[in-house]
């Protein structure tokens, strides 16, 4: 193929292929268990399957109402009421996406102008940076400290400058597995409330919360809400990562705006899809379950691995475990990763690639949305270690 002659200029000088994509090839090349990128090995409940099929046969096949399919969007803001106690008005405050990915992607597209400060808490899920970057603005990092990944509010207060448009959030948080509390929610609802900075809430794994906790989503805060865009993912909470359905919610005024972008990059999303959740989302045990459903998984996990020799912290939600691993080695984090893959054929992700300057804690991330089998499989290797 004949190529583009340079010099060219990249809009994202600094952009590898992602750790998740390295780390997947490596593990497929080496036949590996991939307890790395967050995806389940388990099937989806057939029914889900069989309700898009119908939806399908039901001729649903052409495009979608621009902001997502007005049933879904009603089921979506009943949901929210019955478990935040806030009311969005589908008509203009809910919008169904590609995945959560597009709604960070699109929200931070429709609000962030050159030179514009986000402030992103590190270690991070890494689609925030690139398209704070795309859109010419700065990110800006709180570091979270490796003993317990807590955020400091006074310390992440004196990120904050005139210059700051927006600050990005994740909980229940990949890849700590911390969640944060009420008191914390209401923290930064007090640090927040005399700007006009935008948060965004990424709020995937708010159906993967362990131990009785509460899902603390910034809708349930009046301020924090009135400037919030919840970010939500149904791959994450159905089981069905491939198929980048999620949505955002958000007051009026704030998605207007993220529309004008949603309707020029995607216009609208998978029709039958949205119809098959629709009727999904009918039965609240569906994503209510979730949690017990994780929490076996969870404990499964950790019930072998303390018989090794990893440190660590139970995971509070999501589907990710951290460990030390400074009791059977020194080595970086990466390397440690990569010899796990190529001599004992499991795995992780190091999580320097999501920390500010790569800073090395060495912790590895497991992902436990895993079948039984392979959880043991796992754990038998993490065990000899
Ligand atoms: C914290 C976080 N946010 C967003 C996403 C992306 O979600 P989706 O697959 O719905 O785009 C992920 C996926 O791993 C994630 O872990």
Redesign the pocket.
């Known amino acids: 193929m004949s190529m583009l002659s340079g010099p060219y200029h990249s809009k994202l000088p600094n952009i590898k292929t992602t750790i998740f994509t390295t780390v997947g090839n490596l593990a497929r090349k080496h036949k590996a268990i991939d307890l790395s990128q967050?995806f389940p090995n388990f099937e989806a409940d057939p029914n889900l399957l069989n309700l898009v099929t119908e939806a399908m046969q039901s001729g649903h096949n052409q495009y979608a109402a621009m902001p997502g399919y007005y049933g879904l969007r009603e089921i979506i803001a009943q949901k929210i009421e019955k478990l935040h106690s806030r009311a969005y008005d589908p008509s203009t405050e809910i919008t169904v996406t590609?995945?959560?990915?597009?709604a960070?992607y699109t929200a931070i597209t429709a609000f962030v102008h050159p030179d514009d400060e986000v402030i992103v808490i590190k270690p991070a899920?890494d689609?925030y940076e690139p398209a704070i970057e795309l859109n010419g603005g700065i990110p800006i990092y709180y570091q979270l400290n490796s003993q317990d990944y807590k955020v400091d509010w006074k310390e992440f207060k004196t990120r904050i400058t005139p210059k700051t448009r927006m600050v990005i959030i994740?909980t229940p948080?990949?890849p700590s597995g911390r969640i944060f509390s009420k008191e914390d929610m209401l923290q930064l609802q007090e640090i927040l409330r005399p700007t006009n900075i935008i948060l965004i809430s990424?709020e995937?794994?708010e159906h993967i919360i362990f131990d009785g906790a509460e899902h603390e989503s910034a809708s349930r805060f009046d301020d924090l809400a009135s400037r919030s865009f919840i970010?939500a993912?149904?791959?994450?909470t159905f089981h069905v990562?491939g198929w980048?359905?999620?949505y955002c919610a958000g007051p009026e005024a704030l998605m207007h705006e993220f529309r004008k972008v949603h309707q020029f990059a995607v216009f609208c999303v998978d029709h039958p899809v949205q119809r098959a959740l629709a009727r999904y989302l009918q039965n609240e045990r569906h994503y209510l379950e979730l949690n017990d459903f994780y929490q076996e998984k969870r404990d499964f996990f950790l019930g072998r691995l303390k018989e090794s020799r990893f440190k660590f912290t139970p995971s509070e939600g999501?589907y990710f475990q951290l460990v030390d691993y400074t009791n059977i080695t020194q080595e970086g984090d990466e390397d440690l990763s990569k010899r796990l893959i190529i001599d004992k054929k499991l795995a992780s992700i190091a999580i320097s690639s999501f920390n500010v300057d790569y800073r090395d804690d060495k912790m590895l991330r497991f992902c436990f949305a895993k079948k039984k089998e392979t959880l043991e499989k796992a754990t038998e290797i993490l065990c000899s270690l």
């Open positions: 967050g590609v995945g959560a990915t597009q960070i899920y689609c994740n948080h990949n990424d995937v794994y970010c993912s149904f791959g994450k990562t980048k359905m999620g999501t």
